[in-house]
């Protein structure tokens, strides 16, 4: 084993079973659930991969993946082990209570992966789904998973993990076809975004060419269920008003699931 994974494996990481982390989560969760028709949804949590570029920085790990791969491995598990220990005691708090669990790590860029999918396989997707299963044996609640970019070849292997959502659909990203993706996964996730184009079509396009293109992606997302309207992603400053208010007003005029429909 290297120095470097060694040092990794000691390296004194934070408590994720800190409890000063959780003091009054339980008691907001209820006063969500008892004063407002909102569903309870974590914050993202889970990051298990990204959390060691962050620490590495993404080149170093990219070569850490080709030439050190116990490095990744050293780090990789360590993440997972405080994500562990943070949902033991997030679940002991609100397991019962929450809807929706956020969790998240990008893994794909606009025209595929953002490294060997080999490398998933082998190292980072045993992760991910250890902790998947791990939240879904504590709490009844619906995992979402984010990830950018273009996640086609991704999907199947999320859907094995144990995923329920997928978020944020990026319709400009290679193979990323609201109508293929319905019809290939539409039974399997839900997906959570895929609204409108965030990258070309909300800052750029007119209020009546937002609207349009909001009515045709609910069209094709929202029959059967399984969907759930967002912006593909967060709202950028070049974005005129009149865009968001378009798409939002589409939004509501469409989105809507009604009993028996």
């Not at 070569?63 to 943070?86: G, N, S, Y």
């Not at 809807?99 to 998933?120: C, E, H, N, R, T």
């Not at 045709?216 to 950028?236: D, E, M, S, W």
Request: hydrophobic residues 40%; aromatic residues 10%.
């Amino acid at each position: 084993m290297s120095t470097r994974a060694m040092s990794g494996r000691a390296y004194p990481f934070p408590r994720g079973d800190d409890p000063t982390r959780f003091e009054g989560l339980r008691e907001e969760a209820l006063r969500i659930t008892r004063d407002t028709p909102c569903a309870v949804i974590s914050g993202i949590s889970g990051v298990v991969y990204e959390i060691c570029w962050y620490m590495r920085g993404l080149e170093n790990l990219f070569a850490d993946m080709i030439e050190r791969p116990q490095v990744l491995e050293a780090i990789i598990d360590r993440t997972l082990q405080f994500w562990l220990d943070w949902f033991r005691l997030f679940l002991d708090e609100a397991g019962d209570i929450v809807d929706v669990i956020m969790i998240g790590d990008d893994l794909a860029g606009q025209k595929g992966p953002l490294f060997s999918p080999a490398i998933y396989r082998s190292i980072v997707k045993p992760r991910q789904k250890r902790l998947v299963q791990y939240i879904r044996s504590r709490t009844k609640a619906k995992i979402w998973y984010h990830s950018c970019g273009s996640v086609l070849q991704y999907i199947p292997e999320l859907i094995d993990n144990g995923v329920d959502a997928l978020n944020p659909v990026q319709l400009s990203a290679r193979g990323m076809d609201p109508g293929e993706l319905k019809k290939a996964f539409g039974e399997e996730i839900c997906f959570w975004g895929g609204g409108i184009d965030s990258q070309h079509v909300l800052p750029r396009a007119s209020p009546d060419e937002v609207r349009e293109q909001v009515r045709r992606n609910l069209g094709i997302f929202k029959p059967g269920g399984g969907y759930v309207f967002a912006n593909v992603h967060n709202i950028q400053a070049d974005v005129p008003p009149g865009n968001v208010i378009a798409m939002f007003d589409a939004a509501h005029e469409c989105g809507q699931y009604h009993p028996g429909a």
